[in-house]
Antibody, heavy 123, light 110 residues
Framework: QVQLVESGGGVVQPGRSLRLSCAAS????????MHWVRQAPGKGLEWVAV????????FYADSVKGPFTVSRDNSKNTLYLQMNNLRVDDTAVYYC????????????????WGQGTMVTVSS | QSALTQPASVSGSPGQSITISCTAT?????????VSWYQHHPGKAPKLVIY???IRPSGVSSRFSGSKSGNTASLTISGLQAEDEAHYYC??????????FGTGTEVTVL
């Protein structure tokens, strides 16, 4: 069965960096675009970024464009989110999610999600 | 500000039907044909319940249905059950390969 397991969250000071990972299993990872979505405490879901199946194309929400970089290593079935210059309002649970169909460009829904990893930015 | 507006809360008694609306407030939501809905219980992974406006994924209860009229999409839960109590989010593809989520609706089973 499809499994997505995020890791790398923690408490970090403003201005510092953190890299999140998402280990995928149960499907052919290299076929599918992948997303990062976050949820700040007490807030709704916010789409963060998408990466194409081969890593050649990446798109970001305006709120993270610049400091955040999405990448993937298909040989390791792992998705990454490098977060630089973190701000207090980046505090959130970060989820990775799989695109439903193997198509790029993708307009499709997210059919499997991980349980999320918490990132707290605080001094 | 989200481009997709949902009511903050909707409630119903067991066995009743409820409908959650999702209204697009900006024009660039990709023709609004790629609307999906997610059920989210706190502390758990969100679950896809509807995609492409009205298609139910395999394994999702037939009590969930989706529709769209103009710039408003809707999720209907019929035969409401206690396990349906959760937050629900609509989502849509936007232009330029980006996505947007709705503001979220808390469903309470009375």
């Amino acid at each position: 069965q499809v499994q997505l397991v995020e890791s790398g969250g923690g408490v970090v000071q403003p201005g510092r960096s953190l890299r999140l990972s998402c280990a995928a299993s149960g499907f052919t990872f290299s076929y599918y675009p992948m997303h990062w979505v976050r949820q700040a405490p007490g807030k709704g879901l916010e789409w963060v970024a998408v990466i194409s199946y081969d890593g050649s194309s990446k798109f970001y929400a305006d709120s993270v464009k610049g400091p955040f970089t999405v990448s993937r290593d298909n040989s390791k079935n792992t998705l990454y989110l490098q977060m630089n210059n973190l701000r207090v309002d980046d505090t959130a649970v970060y989820y990775c999610a799989k695109t439903r169909i193997r198509q790029w460009p993708s307009v499709d829904a997210f059919d499997f999600w991980g349980q999320g990893t918490m990132v707290t930015v605080s001094s | 500000q989200s481009a997709l507006t949902q009511p903050a809360s909707v409630s119903g008694s067991p066995g009743q039907s409820i409908t959650i609306s999702c209204t697009a407030t900006i024009s660039d939501v990709g023709g609004y044909n790629y609307v999906s809905w997610y059920q989210h219980h706190p502390g758990k992974a969100p679950k896809l319940v509807i995609y492409d406006v009205s298609i139910r994924p395999s394994g999702v209860s037939s009590r969930f249905s989706g529709s769209k009229s103009g710039n408003t999409a809707s999720l209907t839960i019929s035969g409401l059950q206690a396990e349906d109590e959760a937050h629900y989010y609509c989502s849509s593809y936007r232009s330029s390969r980006t996505y947007v989520f709705g503001t979220g609706t808390e469903v309470t089973v009375l």
